[in-house]
């Protein structure tokens, strides 16, 4: 269904409204205390010489506030046909009145620059071009209205979108903690929402760093978010690497229009490739800290830290925060089995190891992504290097996060992410 000049003038209709008339000198007054009370799109109409009148939403039995008003400025209320139409109804009141009795107008969506996404329930997809364009027009500051659709197994963690209503454009520049990031919303990995999971660690590494250099490697950066904004916060050199070359291009954009240059370096291949060549001193990176923000696979990826200390010699050993799901019905059980993957790379570790452990969203009631910050340990860096063979099980462990996440996605956006009115 599709917002049709027809459709428009069906809700072109003529209203009784409560219309309040009084002197011109108590206008501002007025405004001031009912501004929500008058009604959309009306005009303070002149009555006689130095009175005037505007239309409201107001229903007997008025509100004291308003009877008192009226009695203190002897204003008058006068009984008036208003036409109320498309240009002057909300959001939710075209909806209404448009959409059939058991489907519910969206009632959240998430905004990227001038992008609305929305994650329509299968019901409202009939009316999902409609939808858009009402969201679009009732919006002056949007330019773009999409669908999020259901994610595809897909390495890069792109959306799949769908254009609703407006440009054709995904390309938007979302300003977060002090660095502007331009980025492409359809070709790049892209979540608002994880703004304050990267405030949390950068004031952890902080407390860690406890005034020593800070290094980051950053192996799965998308667009640079992280690297960025640790750079600038925190002083941080920080080696920022995607697979992504759609990711790679805006990670460059990013750093040289944040004028980080000096601190991050951008790559683009492999996660462990990374690691590898780093070992292999075809890159120069010393590291003290590993941030691994790739909850699907990122733990399979910790297997190119064991033999740390005989590929570098170092004896510092690095922090490592990675990103992962588990399930658990609390703190102790999740911990559990993100530690018996863990051990399947770094066959050294221990959960006393952990140095924190952070949920951060519940994807099912027992399954929850999670953060784990640890200290890469003695036994697994002084092991035989030895890369683990990937299991079989990967790929549907990869499908099953994959599902879950995109349930978490949909509950967090009808969760109303941004109200509307
Ligand atoms: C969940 S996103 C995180 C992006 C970024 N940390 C952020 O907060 O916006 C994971 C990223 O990992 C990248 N990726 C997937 N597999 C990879 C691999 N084997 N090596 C490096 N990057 C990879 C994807 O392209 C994606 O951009």
Redesign the pocket.
């Known amino acids: 269904m599709k917002l049709t000049q027809e459709i428009k003038q069906s809700l072109q209709k003529t209203q009784k409204v409560l219309s309040i008339q009084m002197d011109v000198h108590h206008i501002n007054d007025f405004t001031k205390r009912f501004k929500k009370s008058i009604f959309s799109g009306s005009r303070w109409q002149l009555e006689q010489q130095n009175t005037k009148s505007i239309a409201t939403t107001f229903e007997e039995p008025l509100p004291e506030d308003l009877q008192e008003f009226i009695k203190e400025k002897n204003c008058q209320i006068l009984e008036k046909e208003v036409s109320v139409g498309y240009e002057s109804m909300s959001y939710n009141d075209v909806l209404q009145q448009l959409l059939p009795k058991n489907v519910q107008a969206p009632q959240g969506y998430e905004i990227i620059g001038k992008i609305a996404h929305f994650n329509l329930a299968p019901e409202q997809l009939p009316y999902k071009y409609l939808i858009g364009q009402v969201l679009l027009d009732k919006n002056k500051h949007l330019q773009t209205v999409c669908n999020k659709l259901e994610k595809l197994h897909n390495?890069?963690?792109t959306p799949q979108l769908e254009l609703l209503a407006g440009n054709n454009s995904y390309d938007a520049i979302v300003p977060e903690g002090g660095v502007r990031l331009f980025l492409n919303f359809e070709k790049?990995?892209?979540?608002t929402r994880?703004y304050s999971e990267?405030e949390r660690i950068i004031k952890y590494i902080k407390e860690l760093a406890n005034g020593k250099n800070i290094k980051v490697l950053d192996?799965?950066?998308?667009?640079g978010?992280?690297s960025l904004r640790i750079a600038k916060d925190l002083n941080a050199q920080c080696l920022a690497?995607?697979?992504?070359p759609e990711?790679f291009y805006y990670l460059k954009k990013n750093i040289v229009e944040n004028k980080v240059q000096n601190q991050v370096t951008p790559l683009n291949m492999?996660?462990r490739e990374v690691v590898l060549k780093i070992y292999n001193k075809e890159i120069d990176f010393d590291f003290n800290h590993v941030y691994m923000?790739?909850?699907v696979?990122a733990i399979n990826f910790l297997d190119v830290f064991k033999g740390f200390t005989q590929k570098t010699g170092k004896v510092e050993l690095p922090y490592i925060h990675v990103y992962g799901f588990a399930k658990g019905k609390d703190d102790q059980e999740l911990i559990e089995q993100f530690s018996l993957r863990i051990v399947k790379g770094l066959p050294g570790f221990d959960k006393s190891q952990i140095l924190r452990f952070h949920v951060l969203k519940n994807v099912t009631k027992m399954k929850k992504m999670c953060c784990l910050s640890f200290q890469l340990d003695k036994k697994s860096a002084e092991s035989e290097f030895g890369l683990v063979e990937q299991e079989d099980g990967n790929n549907s462990d990869f499908e099953d996060d994959e599902k879950m996440e995109q349930n978490e996605l949909i509950e967090d956006v009808v969760n109303k992410k941004v109200k509307i009115d």
């Open positions: 390495v890069y963690r790049v990995y892209w979540c994880l990267r192996l799965f950066c998308g667009i978010p992280f690497n995607d697979l992504n990711c492999d996660a923000n790739l909850p696979l």
